[in-house]
């Protein structure tokens, strides 16, 4: 028991140096917390990418799919579909993407053969990563629609 009556003694002879140290240390604890709880309070907003988007074939369901999807995640470009000005609008970052949907593209994709998109991008961005990301992920959630389709007339 004597010891805690000397720790004790101790605190209460130190008691303003102690009540300084704890008041700075709340100070600076609710301090650090109001400013992180504002700076991550901002609210994320999605940066849309610059996109010019041709369709070499007759509009289809999947094509304007496509499209309405991609326009939900990007800004569509309007471009005269010219070599020389998508250049220019690539050169000058006008537009981040080129895609174009060629001929019989939808066909061969229904048909489960392997239907390649025209895409055109500067080279090593994240905008163009993103874009291809979109677009795959798009195409594979198509794949398995027609797979499941597939399978369930299989069965009936």
Do not use: W
């Amino acid at each position: 028991m004597q010891v805690f009556r000397v720790y004790f003694k101790i605190i209460k002879k130190n008691l303003p140096q102690l009540l300084i140290y704890i008041a700075v240390f709340v100070t600076l604890n609710t301090a650090l917390v109001k400013f992180t709880a504002q700076s991550t309070a901002a609210d994320f907003t999605d940066t849309k990418v610059n996109l010019a988007f041709f369709c070499d074939e007759e509009q289809t369901d999947f094509t304007n799919g496509l499209k309405a999807f991609l326009s939900q995640h990007a800004k569509m470009v309007k471009l005269k579909d010219k070599k020389e000005v998508l250049q220019d609008a690539l050169f000058f970052q006008d537009v981040s993407y080129i895609l174009r949907i060629p001929l019989g593209f939808t066909e061969d994709f229904l048909h489960g053969m392997d239907a390649q998109l025209q895409k055109t991008s500067i080279p090593n961005t994240a905008s163009a990563i993103h874009l291809d990301t979109l677009i795959n992920r798009y195409l594979s959630t198509a794949r398995l629609y027609l797979k499941s389709t597939a399978a369930s007339h299989n069965r009936n």
